[in-house]
């Protein structure tokens, strides 16, 4: 069964940085790709952040050049580093491989997330 779980998510203020961590398991790691998303609100679409293939990485909208995504492929771990945070980066930020994870059944497989809150 694959499982991922995130952590290092916390409050913190503008300007500030975060290391979010995410242990996966249950698939072939290195063989997938990998991403952060994240939810603003529970009404919110869940939007991609990153992505990350071998050395290759993809950041999408304001995550360019303030966010980096990185990979321990013996850890099975997929970290992102989030320096100069905003106000609106606040949210709930999950990892997953990218397209996301869908069992035999069909049914999308997440993780809690690890929440972020910007504020002064």
């Known amino acids: 069964q694959v499982q991922f779980v995130e952590s290092g998510g916390e409050l913190v203020q503008p300007g500030g940085a975060l290391r979010l961590s995410c242990v996966v398991s249950?698939?072939?790691?290195?063989?997938?790709?990998m991403a952060w998303y994240r939810q603003a609100a529970p009404d919110m679409q869940r939007e991609l952040v990153a992505?990350?293939?071998?050395?290759?990485?993809l950041y999408v909208g304001s995550a360019k050049d303030r966010f980096t995504i990185s990979r321990d492929n013996e850890k099975n771990t997929v970290y992102l580093q989030m320096n100069n945070l905003r106000l609106e980066d606040t949210a709930v930020y999950y990892c997953n491989t990218d397209p996301s994870w869908a069992d035999v059944r069909g049914r999308n497989i997440w993780g809690r997330g690890t929440r972020v809150i910007v504020s002064s």
């Open positions: 249950g698939l072939i790691f290195k063989e997938y790709k």
């Open positions: 992505n990350i293939l071998g050395s290759r990485a």
